[in-house]
């Protein structure tokens, strides 16, 4: 990125609303993109606010200059997806880019996102999209991600199923 550089930081409950905010725009992008994915009010503010107090998952914000221009959801382990696994890895979720944000600005967090994991000493970053959304999928495998699954029957919060793939790259 050129001009001001992204600074990172972990997000605290002040930055809850601006979280949520970042995803009901990504949620309102995707639906005005035919991407039946995320959903308007489906992440509020007392969702970062859960994760933040957890103190097991991260959430990170991007910043430039004083604006927030996205975010991103760290987890250590993902059983509701990948299964019981080795702590090898750590799995990203929630990448939310402002919209409006210069282009490279979602690289950039997944970038940072693979940074920290290595970081902590762990091999692989993980996550899943849409099994539905091929052009998130060629996003990731553009990044270096590389499809190792299917997961037909994800569980959702609202108990209603869908399909993702299981995507990975190798950091060391």
């Not at 309102?28 to 969702?47: F, N, T, V």
């Not at 606010?49 to 975010?71: D, K, Q």
């Not at 869908?162 to 190798?170: A, D, F, I």
Request: hydrophobic fraction near 40%; include cysteine; proline fraction near 3%.
């Amino acid at each position: 990125m050129t001009a001001r550089e992204l600074t990172f930081r972990g997000a605290g409950t002040a930055d809850t609303a601006t979280l949520a905010g970042l995803y009901d725009g990504a949620a309102r992008w995707m639906l005005e993109h035919g991407i039946d994915q995320w959903k308007p009010g489906g992440k509020d503010a007392g969702h970062f606010r859960r994760l933040i107090a957890s103190g097991v998952e991260e959430v990170w914000v991007a910043e430039e200059g004083a604006e927030v221009v996205g975010a991103y959801e760290l987890w250590w382990d993902d059983e509701a997806a990948w299964g019981v696994r080795p702590p090898v890895a750590g799995y990203v979720h929630r990448l939310m880019v402002r919209r409006g944000a210069r282009p490279g600005t979602g690289r950039a967090l997944l970038a940072r996102a693979e940074r920290r994991i290595a970081e902590a000493g762990r091999e692989l970053c993980r996550l899943d999209c849409l099994s539905a959304n091929p052009r998130l999928r060629t996003y990731y495998e553009g990044a270096g991600y590389t499809a190792v699954g299917e997961l037909p029957d994800k569980v959702a919060a609202d108990g209603s199923t869908y399909g993702v793939t299981l995507m990975e790259k190798r950091l060391v």
